[in-house]
């Protein structure tokens, strides 16, 4: 069912960087919906540990990054899981776009030194660290990502 998804994109897309971030997106979501029930922890625990680092959640953003993460999920799977059943363009759409609003509320909940740091950090692997940029790529958007994205689906 994933490469059928990707074969509705691949006339919509121009092969690079975005392309590539479609196939780790819906991987990795795909890859949390397998372990079943575990998903969902290894979900917010995961997009957690990969950005503290970064941003360095305080003790009082701790919970509130986990519940929104948990709430991404639980918002995602329904229409990841819908988007497989039908391989329809506007659902598939509707995952992109789905996670472009999630992407745009984590940002608005870092302060704005965080969401420098957050910046500068992505835009770093973009350009220098491919492993990187490809690990955060899955769960998060650079800038240029981003707006590309929205260009794309909007």
Same mark, same amino acid.
């Given at each position: 069912m994933k490469k059928l998804f $990707?074969? $509705?994109?691949?006339?919509? /897309?121009?092969?690079?960087?975005?392309?590539?971030s479609i196939k780790l997106k819906v991987a990795v979501i795909?890859?949390?919906?397998q372990k079943?029930?575990?998903g969902e922890k290894m979900y917010w625990q995961t997009k957690g540990q990969i950005t503290f680092g970064i941003v360095n959640y305080t003790d009082e953003q701790n919970p509130i990054?986990?519940?929104l993460f948990i709430s991404q999920y639980r918002e995602i799977v329904p229409i990841y899981n819908k988007m497989n059943e039908t391989s329809n363009e506007d659902d598939s759409a509707l995952f992109i776009q789905i996670l472009i609003r999630q992407e745009?509320?984590?940002?608005? /909940?870092?302060?704005?030194e965080q969401l420098q740091k957050y910046f500068a950090a992505l835009a770093e692997f973009e350009k220098s660290?491919?492993?990187?940029?490809d690990s955060y790529t899955s769960l998060f958007f650079s800038e240029n990502l981003l707006k590309e994205y929205k260009e794309r689906f909007y």
């Open positions: $990707l074969l $509705l994109f691949i006339p919509l /897309l121009s092969f690079g960087q975005f392309e590539k795909q890859n949390f919906v079943g029930e575990e990054f986990r519940d745009e509320d984590y940002r608005k /909940l870092l302060t704005e660290n491919p492993e990187a940029n």
